[in-house]
């Protein structure tokens, strides 16, 4: 007998992570029977790592930081939007080999218009911060429709790579600004986006609190991460959001990857959110 099929996820730190809690729930829901486990990775050794849970029966992998990078460079095979991201947070062994997807961005663009009911088609977006994060949203934020991408950061070449790397494809419209700009003026954008990993007190610029003023305004972080939402809530956004719906909706293209169904993310995250307050 084969025995329940064995996921994971896999980062350092990773002892935080609720994506158990969440793909256990989903297979619950569906009458499937899994196994999901947290892996402790060294930072040194992830395709040491990662190579030997596969060959320990792991039929797919989630992968969270500091990893995302490596993960893009240990997959034999890469779906569009991992290759556009240059990063990875999920991995799955199928018919031998080893495919990466990154399916951050989808994620986001889903809780933002399905489940908060936010408009992208035509709009303009300021997305803070130009690392892997930032990379995964461009693609997805593109295909809902958004007209105008600004990145800000505190680097302005780092914000020009990306800007370089996604002007070729049609209809793109980025622009690149450097963080401490933003007091001079403030791009005309609906939706502003923090893709950075540190807290606004870690951070030698201080946004001008205009940034937020008016605007939709969502951290990729949550809980009580989410620092970049409570300061926007505190001035001005008319719509304040953490990243846990994201958190929730990445873990459902997963899921779906591995498995080939998708399940219904309304109550793990509404279970998730009661255990967050």
Not at 209 to 216: I, K, S
Not at 233 to 248: E, P
């Amino acid at each position: 007998m084969d025995g329940p099929k064995r996921f994971g996820v896999a980062g350092n730190p990773i002892a935080h992570s609720l994506s158990p809690d969440i793909h256990t729930a989903f297979a619950k829901s569906l009458g499937i029977e899994i196994v999901y486990e947290r892996y402790l990775f060294a930072e040194d050794r992830f395709n040491h790592e990662a190579q030997s849970v596969f060959d320990h029966g792991l039929q797919g992998l989630n992968v969270t930081v500091p990893f995302k990078q490596e993960a893009c460079k240990f997959a034999g095979e890469l779906d569009p939007m991992a290759l556009m991201a240059g990063a990875v947070n999920t991995l799955a062994q199928k018919a031998g080999r080893i495919i990466g997807y990154n399916t951050d961005g989808i994620g986001m663009v889903r809780d933002l218009q399905v489940r908060h009911n936010i408009a992208l088609q035509g709009a303009s977006v300021l997305v803070l911060g130009a690392g892997g994060a930032c990379r995964g949203i461009i693609q997805p934020l593109l295909n809902a429709g958004i007209e105008t991408i600004w990145i800000g950061n505190r680097t302005l070449e780092r914000a020009q790579d990306i800007v370089q790397q996604f002007q070729h494809i049609e209809g793109s419209a980025l622009r690149a600004v450097a963080l401490e700009a933003l007091s001079q003026g403030i791009p005309d954008v609906d939706v502003v986006v923090n893709s950075t990993s540190l807290g606004l007190e870690h951070s030698e610029i201080q946004l001008p609190p205009g940034v937020a003023t008016g605007r939709v305004c969502y951290d990729l972080s949550y809980g009580n991460q989410a620092r970049f939402a409570s300061w926007a809530a505190a001035n001005g956004a008319t719509v304040s959001l953490d990243g846990l719906g994201m958190l929730v909706e990445q873990a459902a293209e997963s899921f779906e990857i591995w498995l080939g169904c998708r399940p219904d993310t309304d109550p793990v995250y509404e279970l998730l959110r009661k255990k967050l307050v």
